[in-house]
């Protein structure tokens, strides 16, 4: 999952900040549109989006015929403008980008839940390499973003653990930048330069699956304990402050999908499929669901997120230290219990 990094912020993002007091309506919204992304991870959404389940909450608090719009953007940077600029009223992004523009706008942006916290693994098919200290300058590692994706920062995190608090940065050199897709192909070609993968669902599952020799070298469960929120909804406190009940209604129905997806996960799976247009077979999505840590992991509690934030701080992505999760979250979210 790719982080916006400072240098890649655009500088129509960065005058949107500085405007940032005169985005959305004083007025109680009618219809709002949701961003949204095509991945396991973000299965709740998905669920949502398919019954209508904001709407029907809404309408409970009082908000007749709401309309949702959910839409996807070809990045996350389109997204966050979108955002910022009022196009867009709410995106479902990775938390590290909440943190990030969190930070940018000072405190302008904050989270309203989180959805899952799927476990990511670095996946390996070199027999030589079983913990962090197995690699050498040669072994590369593919990773969405190098240094600022939420994988990149995983591993200087368990750099940290591993090899002391100052040799955070040790295996950055080793990265390179790869999409998933592209990453898990080379994975399966034996001659590919890059023999690593720090990757998430579904696709470090079919390279342990399908790759001739690969195995676990370390999960985000080992670095992060109790793992790592990634899918987080997230929105501008003006929209907020206007609308109060359908951040309300935001929070009843991501429960609401969570609750359906452990109920009812082959259900959920077709919807998945639906929507994503992955051409996976259900049987093989359930598979994937039926990991250890997996049905667990679609939570709306913040985990992980402090110590995420610390990193960002000690690396220099974020400027501000947050006291605590409460501070990048809404008001109306206190209750989830983050961390």
């Known amino acids: 999952m790719r982080l916006l990094s400072k240098l890649g912020m655009s500088t129509a993002i960065c005058a949107a900040l500085v405007s940032l007091d005169g985005v959305g309506s004083a007025q109680a919204a009618q219809e709002i549109t949701i961003t949204k992304q095509p991945s396991i991870i973000y299965l709740p959404a998905l669920v949502m989006e398919k019954q209508g389940l904001i709407e029907k909450a809404a309408a409970k608090e009082g908000i007749a015929d709401l309309k949702v719009d959910w839409r996807s953007f070809s990045s996350g940077g389109a997204a966050t403008d979108a955002l910022l600029s009022g196009n867009v009223q709410i995106v479902n992004s990775g938390l590290g980008n909440m943190l990030l523009l969190w930070d940018r706008t000072k405190g302008q942006v904050k989270g309203i839940a989180t959805n899952s916290a799927l476990p990511e693994e670095l996946v390996t098919r070199d027999p030589k390499i079983h913990s962090l200290k197995d690699y050498g300058p040669k072994d590369k590692i593919a990773v969405p973003t190098v240094r600022v994706s939420t994988q990149a920062l995983l591993l200087q995190l368990a750099c940290e653990q591993v090899f002391g608090p100052d040799q955070w940065s040790k295996l950055d050199a080793n990265t390179v930048q790869m999409g998933h897709p592209d990453a898990t192909a080379m994975m399966a070609n034996p001659a590919g330069e890059v023999s690593s993968h720090f990757g998430a669902p579904p696709y470090s599952y ?115 230290m947050p006291a605590s999760w409460k501070d990048y979250f809404l008001p109306a979210s206190a209750a989830l219990n983050g961390n």
Not at 207 to 217: D, M
Not at 220 to 233: E, P, R
Not at 290 to 310: E, I, N
Request: charged fraction near 20%; glycine fraction near 6%; avoid cysteine.
């Open 206 to 320: 079919r390279e342990l699956k399908t790759v001739p020799g690969a195995h676990v070298v370390i999960r985000s469960t080992d670095i992060i304990k109790g793992g790592l929120s990634q899918s987080t909804l997230f929105t501008t406190t003006k929209f907020a402050d206007a609308n109060p009940k359908i951040i309300q209604a935001v929070l009843t129905a991501s429960q609401q999908a969570v609750d359906f997806i452990k109920a009812h996960t082959r259900e959920s799976v077709a919807i998945y499929r639906e929507l994503s247009g992955d051409k996976t077979s259900v049987d093989e999505v359930m598979d994937i669901l039926a990991q250890p840590g997996m049905m667990d992991a679609y939570t709306l509690q913040p985990l992980g997120s402090m110590v995420f934030a610390k990193h960002m701080h000690k690396v220099g992505i974020l400027k501000t």
